[in-house]
């Protein structure tokens, strides 16, 4: 199970997801925005510095690769 939120983020968004390995954020033009690994099951990322608008937010664990969309608002 993956847990995404707040979505819409504004400021900080958490993710959770067991034996996630890698976060990418990519614009809906396909711009990778983060790409960061991941060393346990949740992660915090600053939204703030995203522009207003979409992204796809792809982790990857060992296994697997989740895909969700998420929203920035300012």
């Known amino acids: 199970a993956v847990e995404v939120y707040p979505n819409p983020a504004n400021a900080e968004m958490n993710i959770i997801c067991e034996g996630m390995k890698r976060i990418t ?3 809906i033009s396909g ?5 960061t690994e991941v060393a346990n099951d949740k992660k915090t990322i600053d939204m703030s510095r995203f522009a207003q ?9 060992s296994d697997n690769i989740i895909t969700r969309i998420v929203t920035v608002t300012k």
């Open 25 to 27: 954020i990519i614009s």
């Open 31 to 35: 711009k990778v925005m983060l790409d």
């Open 53 to 61: 608008g979409s992204y796809v937010l792809r982790i990857s664990t």
